[in-house]
């Protein structure tokens, strides 16, 4: 039987997990990301892969950093075959991609070479890409730069937000992985390099790149508003108060007023003037220390005294 460590971390790597452990196929070892702490109260809790691992009974291992440590020895002794990852979060040493009698493999969530790193899903949709999709990839020591195994993609619709592709990507990893084993393990396969001349990255999203900025067109700030949510999610500063915002429309209004400025408050949305003479309608916030709230809700609370004309956003924005 085929011997497979697999390691991830994330909610994404859950049903390929699974999706192995229900194979014909032995998963020997996972590998995660240690135990965190996680909300106001800072409970130390088990990664999602982690979760699952445990409820099948199977050897988990947790290195802080797996380059040198005692549980990598461990896992090149247990002799796998081959090593699946899907957003594990770590590189791998070289000793341990070479162990392997078929080498090391990963899921990733993007049609490579465009996206290398670690938020793929978030740049898609913050890019306006119409399309994304999963490719399995040889690992090597330089990130997301291993030969293409096989692709698959998946249109971006209107209703997608991180959340949503990120659970859709994760069944597409799930059936392309299926699909990739038997002829791997066949030596059925011819991979494919990546064209370094096309090559994009998506590094981890940084704090500043959370607030909007009101110059881009309504259009762009919406994929802002969807590539961030539900999370961090986006925000813009008004009353001086940070106010998240959950859901916004682009309209077709054209406007002469400054990008940040309220041009209109009516009962169904907040009117924000965008770059390039643009109008979005704000219909979901959640101001600070609130739960989120319709817009409307907002007006007739704490925002009631946004005033058209108003200018919303930090300095410089």
Not at 2 to 7: G, H, L, P, S
Not at 24 to 39: F, H, I, K, L, S
Not at 240 to 262: F, H, Y
Request: aromatic share 6%.
């Amino acid at each position: 039987m085929t011997k497979i460590i697999f390691m991830g971390t994330p909610a994404f790597s859950v049903p390929i997990l699974e999706a192995l452990i229900d194979s014909e196929y032995q998963v020997v070892a996972v590998v995660t990301q240690p135990d965190r702490p996680v909300g106001r109260k800072k409970t130390l809790t088990a990664s999602p892969v982690k979760a699952a691992a445990m409820q099948h009974n199977l050897p988990v291992f947790q290195p802080e950093k797996i380059s040198g440590s005692p549980e990598m020895e461990a896992l090149i002794a247990l002799e796998p075959d081959l090593i699946v990852t899907a957003a594990f979060g770590q590189f791998l040493p070289q000793k341990l991609l070479a162990a392997p009698k078929y080498g090391a493999i990963n899921v990733h969530a993007s049609l490579l070479p465009k996206y290398r790193g670690g938020a793929p899903v978030h740049y898609a949709l913050m890019q306006g890409e119409k399309e994304t999709g999963v490719s399995i990839i040889y690992m090597e020591k330089k990130m997301d730069a291993g030969d293409i195994i096989l692709q698959k993609s998946l249109e971006i619709t209107r209703d997608d937000d991180v959340g949503t592709l990120f659970d859709r990507l994760s069944l597409l990893g799930k059936e392309l992985l299926m699909e990739t084993l038997p002829k791997l393990l066949a030596g059925d396969i011819t991979p494919v390099k990546q064209n370094e001349a096309e090559v994009t990255f998506s590094p981890n999203i940084k704090r500043e790149e959370e607030e909007v900025d009101w110059t881009k067109t309504a259009a762009e700030v919406d994929y802002q508003v969807r590539g961030m949510r539900p999370w961090p999610v986006a925000y813009t500063v008004a009353e001086g108060k940070r106010l998240k915002l959950w859901d916004v429309t682009p309209t077709e209004e054209k406007t002469t007023a400054s990008p940040g400025v309220i041009v209109r408050i009516e009962k169904d949305g907040l009117y924000l003037a965008c770059g390039n003479q643009t109008v979005v309608k704000i219909n979901e916030v959640q101001p600070a220390g609130r739960s989120k709230m319709t817009i409307m809700a907002f007006l007739t609370g704490v925002g009631s005294q946004l005033k058209v004309g108003e200018k919303v956003g930090s300095n410089g924005n």
